[in-house]
Nanobody, 120 residues
Framework: VQLQASGGGLVQAGGSLRLSCAASRSIASINDMGWYRQAPGKERELVAVIRSNSTTDYADSVKGRFAASRDNAENTAYLQMNSLRPEDTAVYYC???????????????WGQGTLVTVSS
């Protein structure tokens, strides 16, 4: 597994969760890292992206509530989710444009997903 996502769970509306996405030791460097989510019956959507220089962009639906960050030394990204709403319920996936050790090339990697359930 190249990316390991964790931190999902059940939370009441208004609560907070922090997701983590850790790259395996086979990954040498990472450019952009993204957080996506997929709710039941819906398409996967981009939630947040954090670039190698730590600049960020967010979907309008989460602006002001979610914050992406990363630890480049640990090849780990985080998504702090505050003021959660029932409509935030989804499986959250992390994504990384990353270069494995021994390669000159960057590839697109996906984590396995972590379920976030927000109760009303």
């Amino acid at each position: 597994v190249q990316l390991q996502a964790s931190g999902g769970g059940l939370v009441q509306a208004g609560g907070s969760l922090r997701l983590s996405c850790a790259a395996s030791r086979s990954i040498a460097s990472i450019n952009d890292m993204g957080w996506y989510r997929q709710a039941p019956g819906k398409e996967r959507e981009l939630v947040a992206v954090i670039r190698s220089n730590s600049t960020t962009d967010y979907a309008d639906s989460v602006k002001g509530r979610f914050a992406a960050s990363r630890d480049n030394a640990e090849n780990t990204a985080y998504l702090q989710m505050n003021s959660l709403r029932p409509e935030d319920t989804a499986v959250y996936y992390c994504n990384a444009h990353a270069r494995p050790w021994g390669s000159w090339y960057y590839y697109n990697y996906w984590g396995q997903g972590t379920l976030v359930t927000v109760s009303s």
